[in-house]
């Protein structure tokens, strides 16, 4: 393990998966309370025609070009997805899985088109389906660094009116907040976490990275301050953990095993929380029941000496 971390290309992959975890972490969490888990599936999805569009027109492998190009694409999908549910009697969630499956056939189609073309398979746009973390250098973690700063930064700053928005929305319009501002500013967030995330993760698997952390970390807490830290560390630790993983063992697969091992840390938060976890609520069951019979038996020994 210690000559893995050696290895200057491990160490830049490692930091740039683990702000990825905490800014994923952070920005879900207020997704998930929104419960729009959904958008960042859809926005992850969205991103994939953006990036076919721009290799198409300029006709080169640039990951700041391709960033560019998924991040359009994501706010033409929260365009379309407010204009949908705006003017239209369909809800929210029905709008989003429309925009998705949509977006994510358009992108494939011209996947598939540019496979097929002059470029033919050194294009490599495949590699973003399922993430490409190993081909990850110093500038691409240079951009993830600073999109993830600036993503905790902006939850830092907004905290107050995201949580007020997050909980009673209508309380938050009544005192005067912009509530529709505030919303397009959350939806750019996770733009911004869904476009820094797909090299690393891909579109497929991105929207997990998003949510699970928080699921996990709601187990924890009832305090939304304590439970998006924990949902940056749950983060953090599975982007660590997936990273080191797939260093030591050949030919696995960076990005699914970051998503595993944040269904692992959600198992262990399912099981062992101390309030909300199975354990802790067999534990309680089982403690009501104890107290129950004893007192059924207190009473039961009372009756007799009564008699």
Known sequence: MLEI???PNTQW??????LLGLSSGVIGSFAYLRKQSLLGDTLA?????????????????SISFFLFGAAIAGMIAVFVINVVTKYSRIKQDTALGLVLSAFFGLGIVLLTQ??????????????????QTASMVMSDVYVMMAVSLILILACTLFFKEFKLLSFDPGFAKGIGLPVLLLDYIIMLLIVGAVVIGIQAVGVVLMAALLITPAVSARYW???????VVLS???GMLSGVVGTLLSAAVNNLPTGPLIVLSATVWFMFSLLFAPNRGV????????????KYELIKKLEKQGAHHYE
């Open 221 to 227: 807490t009832e305090r939304l301050s304590v439970m």
């Open 13 to 18: 992959i490692l930091l740039g998966t683990l």
């Open 279 to 290: 354990v802790a609520k067999l534990w309680r069951r089982v403690e009501a029941k104890r």
């Open 5 to 7: 971390l050696r290895d």
């Open 45 to 61: 999805h969205a991103a994939l025609p953006g990036i076919c569009i721009v290799f198409m027109l300029t006709g080169v492998k």
């Open 232 to 234: 940056g560390i749950f």
């Open 114 to 131: 540019i496979q097929q073309s002059s470029y033919g398979n050194q294009s490599g746009l495949d590699k973003f389906l399922f993430g």
